[in-house]
């Protein structure tokens, strides 16, 4: 499939698929998904997903009318991080991004409430420093 959005060229006969998954049905079910991560030359990430017509990817004929469908959805590298984090396994993510190192800047923020998360997270960017280390700095005593 080839689109071009915003001005470029997404093609997944000249990008190279990544990684791939599926929900796990088959054949004609109306839920089928289907979804390929592709890296394009310039290392730029995109998704080509496909489904049937209960899916996101399903397309309006008429009214009420719909069927299977496909689309192509560029990524921002972290939104492809994200996507093959829920996805892939650890070995496939890991070939496509490179070794993930365990240390203070990866701290897990899960268990916290989700807007003091994204102010930690927004503080660590703006500042340069590592999750930890916001946190370190917040709590010392």
Not at 35 to 42: A, P
Not at 85 to 110: A, S
Request: hydrophobic share 35%; aromatic share 10%.
């Amino acid at each position: 499939m080839k689109k071009v959005l915003n001005g470029k060229v997404y093609d997944t006969n000249t990008a190279k698929c990544v990684g791939s998954w599926d929900n796990g049905l088959y054949g004609r079910d109306f839920n089928r998904v289907s979804e390929d991560l592709y890296r394009k030359r310039t290392g730029e990430f995109f998704l080509h997903g496909s489904g049937g017509p209960l899916t996101q990817y399903a397309e309006w004929h008429g009214d009420n009318e719909r069927s299977g469908g496909e689309r192509i959805i560029p990524l921002s590298l972290e939104a492809a991080q994200e996507w093959a984090e829920e996805r892939l396994t650890g070995e496939e993510y890991e070939t496509i991004f490179g070794e993930v190192e365990e240390g203070p800047e990866n701290l897990y923020l899960g268990g916290m409430p989700p807007e003091i998360a994204a102010k930690i997270r927004q503080e660590a960017n703006e500042l340069g420093i590592s999750l930890a280390e916001v946190v370190a700095r917040r709590f010392a005593f």
